[in-house]
């Protein structure tokens, strides 16, 4: 059965138009893939815990090495990279702030960029392991950013895409929401040019179908 994990970090709520989008996108997708089940982690709302002493000394220990406190650390983040690896499909929404993604993403980031689970080092460099998923990532942003003079200052989809890569995540498809700060008209402009191409993007995905991750 193919999974699809919709990650929203926006701290906007119901009000997030990047949240707004992602979670369309995703209920297509779902509706369009016989099966599919749908994880939302909506960190936004409930943020994940920055890294901490306790976790960055637990998920360097073996297992029988923990202590109980340490062991609860490093069960929450196994959980939240389960559900990564378990994933067919990614769809991750962000609001470019301050030029970067949202905080609470980069949290949920560093949980689960895990070595010798999401990547691991060999001899020839680092290779990732939560590989087979299609992503895709929802940017809102008040100006714009995808083009133009201010792309050199949108550090969210690169940076997005590097990890992502580093994970083994390499098919990625990006929504802009652009010039959300141009007032109404540009606002619904822009989202109308965005959920057109979600309908796009769902109906592709249903033609070419989507395969759940080999066992």
Not at 65 to 72: H, I, K, L, V
Not at 81 to 96: F, N, R, S, W
Not at 206 to 213: F, M
Request: aromatic fraction near 6%; charge should be negative.
């Amino acid at each position: 059965m193919s999974t699809i994990l919709l990650v929203t970090s926006s701290p906007r709520g119901e009000e997030s138009v990047s949240n707004k989008i992602a979670i369309d996108l995703a209920n297509r997708l779902k509706s369009e893939t016989d099966g599919a089940s749908l994880i939302h982690r909506d960190v936004g709302t409930y943020p994940i815990p920055h890294l901490d002493p306790v976790t960055m000394a637990a998920i360097r220990k073996p297992a029988e090495a923990r202590s109980a406190e340490e062991a609860a650390a490093v069960e929450y983040s196994d959980r939240l990279v389960g559900e990564l690896l378990a994933a067919d499909t990614v769809v991750i929404a962000t609001g470019l702030i301050n030029f970067s993604i949202t905080s609470t993403l980069k949290s949920w980031i560093d949980s689960v960029a895990r070595a010798g689970l999401t990547f691991r080092y060999t001899e020839d460099g680092p290779v990732g392991l939560a590989t087979g998923k299609k992503v895709y990532l929802v940017v809102a942003c008040g100006g714009v950013y995808s083009e133009g003079a201010a792309i050199s200052m949108n550090h969210a989809v690169p940076y997005l895409k590097t990890i992502l890569g580093f994970m083994g995540m390499t098919d990625v498809e990006v929504i802009y929401v652009e010039g959300l700060a141009f007032g109404p008209e540009a606002t619904q402009k822009a989202v109308a040019s965005a959920q057109a191409r979600v309908r796009e993007l769902a109906f592709a995905a249903r033609r070419s179908g989507i395969e759940p991750v080999a066992a």
